[in-house]
């Protein structure tokens, strides 16, 4: 079993819709969440960064932690055909080496 | 904004041969790691530096050896290549005042 679980999707929804995306892990060490987006090709980037549990808003970005129950989500409202990426969470003990989930592909449909 | 600059961004060899990636870390970030990505996979860690010395090492094949330079530039360098070993090899660097990485846009490394 990997430390990070992330459904691979593709995960399909129309223009303007909330998309809600999540990954659970199982090592309690972990204190670092970070979210990035990958377009094909392209290097990860990072959209969303938390540090232990908690709430983060950044423009039509959410980000929640919830340490208790080791998950992690991603919310993005009014999603538009450019967030069509690969989204991938990702995860540190000491804000060093990350261990990434399998990433969800997101396709926007206009 | 300065970004991470990785070289080359394509590179084609033959099994048995040698290869060498570059990195180039953003101006002021001390740490730099290698990350692996196998095709429809997720980034594997392989090396990382902190202020040019070894920091933490992951799933780095004996093959592969890195370092990181009095410039803060890192190379990758890669020996006895075999099919498995096409992928694409991210560099990212961060400060460890500040949070999250920065990636570059990765070198595609093609065996044949």
């Known amino acids: 079993q990997k430390e990070v679980e992330q459904d691979p999707g593709p995960l399909s929804v129309p223009e303007g819709a909330i998309v809600s995306l999540n990954c659970t892990y199982s090592?309690?060490?972990?204190?670092?969440f970070m979210w990035y987006r990958q377009y094909s090709r392209k290097g990860p980037e990072l959209l969303m960064y938390?540090?232990?549990?908690g709430n983060k808003e950044d423009g039509r970005f959410t980000a929640q932690v919830d340490k208790s129950s080791k998950y992690i989500s991603l919310f993005i409202r009014d999603s538009q055909p450019s967030d069509s990426a690969t989204y991938l969470c990702a995860m540190s003990a000491y804000g060093n080496k990350l261990v990434f989930g399998a990433g969800t592909i997101l396709r926007v449909k206009s | 904004a300065a970004g991470v600059i990785q070289s080359p961004r394509h590179l084609i060899k033959e099994k048995r041969e040698t290869a060498t990636l570059k990195c180039y870390p953003i101006?002021?970030?001390?740490?730099v790691y290698w990350y692996q990505q196998g095709p429809g996979q997720d980034p594997q860690f392989l090396i990382s530096f902190y202020e040019k010395m070894q920091s933490d090492k992951g799933s780095i094949p004996d093959r592969f050896s890195a370092q990181q330079f009095s410039d803060y530039h890192s190379e990758l360098n890669m020996s006895s290549l075999e099919l498995g070993d096409s992928a694409l090899y991210f560099c990212?660097?961060?400060?460890?005042?500040?949070?999250?990485?920065?990636f570059g846009s990765g070198t595609r490394l093609t065996v044949v």
């Open positions: 938390t540090y232990s549990s």
């Open positions: 090592n309690s060490a972990f204190q670092y």
């Open positions: 990212a660097s961060s400060n460890r005042q500040a949070y999250g990485y920065t």
């Open positions: 101006p002021r970030h001390d740490t």
